[in-house]
């Protein structure tokens, strides 16, 4: 398999939750919406989704931009040493603001996202020792 997709949606956007993993949200009452396979390599594109599902309901509180629902797929593969080809991610925001705003919103959540920016700095990963406490 080389396509790991995931969907989150929340707000307005929300899937049917049927047979689906829904997750506690801070900024909707009825939760996040997962749709993807247990796997860490599904996982991994789930804490990017989540992340830009998050900051746009943040980022849009802070510049004013109304947000009722957000839907983020995120996707991407491995190669056959299985290091990532990359990950990419499409948003769609429920809003009553104008297109440029919304436009803005995910510009600046691009930016400000903490998962996504700690993948593209290539975050350093290692097996330590447990320590008994």
């Avoid at 047979?19 to 919406?33: E, N, Q, R, S």
């Avoid at 980022?59 to 797929?73: A, C, F, I, T, Y």
Wanted: proline share 4%; hydrophobic share 45%.
């Amino acid at each position: 398999m080389t396509d790991f997709t995931v969907t989150v949606s929340a707000g307005s956007l929300r899937a049917d939750p049927d047979g689906a993993l829904v997750l506690p949200h801070a900024w909707t009452d009825k939760g996040v919406v997962t749709d993807g396979a247990a796997t860490g390599a599904h996982v991994l594109h789930l804490a990017v989704a989540l992340c830009v599902l998050n900051d746009t309901f943040r980022e849009g509180r802070q510049l004013g931009v109304p947000v009722q629902g957000v839907r983020v797929v995120a996707t991407g593969g491995f190669d056959e040493g299985w290091g990532s080809t990359g990950i990419t991610y499409s948003v769609e925001v429920d809003s009553g603001a104008a297109p440029e705003d919304v436009a803005r919103l995910v510009a600046v959540v691009d930016e400000v996202a903490e998962i996504p920016r700690a993948i593209r700095a290539g975050a350093d990963v290692r097996r330590v020792e447990r320590v008994a406490t």
